[in-house]
């Protein structure tokens, strides 16, 4: 199994930027597809940035594109989520998922999840 934990949640105004941590413990090694999600009050969950491991390979959502960019650091077996040009339609509890099967990592379902981490941006 694969534990994940989020970090760098916070409140920041429209415009700022924070970025998101996700360390990975566990059977890391079975790891093909890592993402984000997001979900505000009252919406289901969306689908935010996703990656490849041990690839170049990254997708975004379009509401995102320009403004996020998701990384991974394999040395310290964590994921990122830069956000920049923050707005308040960004404000969600955001989660680190990674899955074993392989595929087109923008799409099905994910095998692993974290507790989420809150975002919050004011105007």
């Known amino acids: 199994q694969v534990q994940l934990v989020e970090s760098g949640g916070g409140s920041v105004q429209a415009g700022g930027s924070l970025r998101l941590s996700c360390a990975a413990s566990?059977?890391?090694?079975?790891?093909?597809?890592m993402g984000w999600f997001r979900q505000a009050p009252g919406k289901e969950r969306e689908r935010v940035a996703a990656?490849?491991?041990?690839?170049?390979?990254?997708y975004y959502a379009d509401s995102v594109k320009g403004r996020f960019t998701i990384s991974q650091d394999n040395a310290k077996n964590t994921l990122y989520l830069q956000m920049n040009s923050l707005k308040p339609e960004d404000t969600a509890v955001y989660y680190c998922?990674?899955?074993?099967?392989?595929?087109?990592?923008?799409?099905?379902?994910?095998?692993?999840w974290g507790q989420g981490t809150q975002v919050t941006v004011s105007s």
């Open positions: 566990g059977y890391i090694y079975s790891v093909y597809c």
């Open positions: 998922a990674a899955r074993s099967s392989g595929g087109y990592c923008y799409a099905g379902d994910y095998n692993y």
């Open positions: 990656i490849v491991t041990g690839g170049i390979v990254t």
